[in-house]
């Protein structure tokens, strides 16, 4: 029979205690900080939406007040931009989501995209995309070439290859490392034109 | 001054009450009515003693000219007319006017070929029922006169009348994304909608909006709804709201995201006055919403 003294015993479950309790009270700051944090962006939403209508649809011009100056406020105008995105497709409105995207919210996402966490790249990746960032189109590239990179992530950065440099992509195209899915196939091929379709067939 | 209208009722109309009558549906049935008062421009060359024959033939044949729904009246003592268009706004009146006069340039008026019959005329485009009979005949007189002074086949136009009655309607918004919902209600609040006022609500879903009594009113009501929505969904309330009495009064405006056509189909065989696929450009809502009402005046 194994024998545990007492005394080594209470420790144990003390120090399991103690790390219980240490996780407890991680997971319940982080939830307070991630509730704050969404609190913060539903104010900035409801306080700023008009202001961004107005901005969009041509009605002012940029105002200082729309310029972000923390992590929040590009949360939240991210929220905005794709509501904008997945329900209007207003030319004027599409380009001046696009010129801001690439004006102000670069940094950060450029910031996401050289982070160690997968799920932050992938953030990164799809916003580039949504939000139609081509000024990170080489920061993208250079991703590319890291080894370590999920299939997720090759597929992401092959879309934004096959919207900002169309040429190079029906280059890349026929010689894809990766395999894609027919659904894969279908969401990248949609967007393009006849012409671009017609090299893709040819390669 | 205007000859008595009689109908072969027990109970004599008199054309200021039949006018009357007209004018008061006009608001209700949203339809327009334009009254011309046509006058012989080159009366001085006519013999005074043959005028009675000839307007009682220039008489007959604008009654022939003009469709069973039309009223022909002549202004007595004087080579004018009062002829109320019914069902037709000003441009159609003028269409009329040169119509007629093109007729007499090519064909003359049957039984009086040989005379040179020039006429101008007042129009006056009817929207509301403010003013009164009074006031519409001494305008459209005044008018005429002008008009016969600038020279043969002149229109001028009254607009005293034309202006249509402010009515409010109501505008609901189903959509679950609560930037797009005030998207949606900024868009609809900046539309110049002319002389309709607009009450707006906002309801994350189906549900919410069947259960206020909001859409029960006797309102224009333009309800732009997402095809799916939380609890229940925008062909639900399609379905009731075609379900109640009175349901032209209501125009659905559904939005989708990825619906296929026999979606659409379906949605457009239930009732759906409009389909927008998202994303869609804003522009295309306030063109069908314009529309939508401009085609509610006739």
Redesign the interface.
């Known amino acids: 029979m194994i024998e545990i003294a007492i005394g080594s015993l209470i420790k144990g479950i003390g120090v399991l205690f103690l790390i219980l309790v240490m996780i407890s009270l991680y997971i319940v700051l982080n939830n307070a900080k991630e509730n704050a944090s969404a609190e913060k962006i539903q104010i900035y939403?409801e306080n700023k939406?008009?202001l961004w209508?107005r901005y969009l649809?041509d009605e002012i011009p940029l105002s200082q007040e729309l310029i972000p100056n923390n992590d929040i406020e590009i949360k939240a105008i991210e929220?905005?931009f794709l509501?904008?995105?997945?329900?209007?497709?207003?030319p004027t409105?599409r380009e001046k989501i696009r010129t801001f995207s690439n004006q102000y919210l670069r940094r950060y996402y450029w910031r996401l995209l050289s982070s160690k966490r997968w799920s932050l790249r992938m953030n990164a990746l799809y916003r580039i995309i949504s939000l139609g960032i081509d000024s990170l189109a080489d920061e993208c590239k250079k991703l590319e070439k890291r080894t370590k990179l999920s299939t997720e992530e090759r597929f992401q950065l092959l879309v934004i290859h096959s919207m900002f440099d169309e040429a190079s992509f029906v280059k890349e195209f026929a010689n894809l490392s990766i395999k894609l899915s027919e659904y894969e196939y279908k969401k990248l091929l949609i967007g393009f034109n006849s012409e671009i379709l017609e090299k893709l067939t040819v390669t | 001054m205007i000859n008595d209208y009689s109908f072969e009722f027990e109970y004599p109309v008199t054309t200021k009450e039949f006018v009357n009558a007209l004018r008061a549906n006009v608001v209700r049935s949203r339809t327009a009515i334009t009254v011309v008062f046509p006058g012989l421009y080159n009366v001085d060359k006519i013999d005074i003693t043959k005028m009675p024959k000839i307007e009682e033939k220039i008489t007959d044949f604008f009654r022939n000219e003009t469709r069973k729904y039309d009223f022909v009246f002549k202004i007595t003592g004087q080579p004018k007319w009062f002829i109320v268009l019914s069902q037709s706004g000003e441009r159609e009146a003028a269409a009329f006017i040169r119509r007629l006069n093109m007729t007499i340039r090519d064909k003359g008026i049957p039984d009086l070929e040989d005379y040179e019959l020039l006429f101008s005329a007042s129009v006056a485009e009817i929207g509301n029922d403010e003013g009164t009979f009074e006031e519409l005949l001494a305008e459209g007189m005044l008018v005429l006169e002008e008009s016969l002074i600038k020279g043969p086949e002149q229109i001028e136009y009254i607009t005293t009348f034309k202006k249509r009655p402010t009515e409010t309607i109501r505008v609901s918004i189903l959509e679950e994304n609560a930037i797009f919902r005030n998207v949606l209600h900024r868009t609809i609040e900046n539309l110049d909608m002319g002389h309709f006022e607009t009450e707006i609500k906002e309801f994350e879903d189906g549900y919410e909006f069947l259960e206020s009594n909001w859409y029960l009113s006797s309102h224009i009501h333009l309800i732009i709804t997402n095809d799916i929505l939380p609890r229940q969904s925008g062909l639900d309330v399609l379905h009731k709201v075609r379900m109640l009495p009175n349901t032209r009064r209501l125009f659905v405006f559904m939005m989708t995201k990825g619906s296929t056509e026999e979606d659409m189909i379906y949605a457009y065989e239930s009732g759906a006055d409009s389909y927008f696929i998202k994303p869609f450009n804003l522009r295309l809502l306030e063109v069908e919403i314009k529309r939508t009402l401009e085609r509610l005046w006739s």
Do not use: G
């Open positions: 939403i939406q008009d209508y649809n929220v905005i509501a904008y995105i997945e329900n209007v497709s207003n409105v």
